[in-house]
């Protein structure tokens, strides 16, 4: 991945993909999972398309869930080692 090609919308699509590939590998349906985390399915289905972030603890709470890391989930096992301002910079495009 290059990092000059990483803006919002493709972080996005890739944290709902990974999230996807997560909960598949674990044999779990999607309403399945949110039903355990209290979410309605279509804000979980908004983070699996990448349309919406979830937040913190819902996210920690996927993670758990599906035995993965958050390191995974959230690209940091590819972005070099960035500043906060650089990621910001990023992020802000």
Same mark, same amino acid.
């Given at each position: 991945?290059?990092? *000059?090609?990483?803006?919002?919308?493709?972080?996005?699509?890739?944290? &709902?993909?990974?999230? =996807?590939?997560? =909960?598949?590998?674990? &044999?779990?349906?999607?309403?399945?999972?949110? *039903?355990m985390i209290g979410?309605?399915?279509?804000?979980?289905?908004?983070?699996? =398309? &990448?349309?919406?972030?979830?937040?913190?603890?819902v996210l920690i709470?996927?993670?758990? +869930?599906? &035995?993965?890391?958050?390191?995974? +989930?959230?690209?940091?096992? *590819?972005?070099?080692?960035?500043?906060?301002?650089q990621l910001a910079?990023?992020?802000?495009?």
């Amino acid at each position: 991945m290059s990092i *000059e090609k990483l803006d919002k919308d493709r972080l996005y699509k890739i944290i &709902g993909e990974r999230l =996807r590939e997560a =909960r598949l590998a674990k &044999g779990l349906k999607a309403p399945e999972v949110a *039903e355990m985390i209290g979410l309605q399915k279509t804000a979980f289905y908004m983070f699996e =398309r &990448g349309l919406n972030m979830p937040k913190l603890w819902v996210l920690i709470q996927l993670c758990v +869930i599906y &035995g993965v890391n958050p390191s995974y +989930i959230l690209l940091f096992d *590819e972005l070099p080692n960035l500043s906060h301002k650089q990621l910001a910079n990023l992020l802000n495009k």
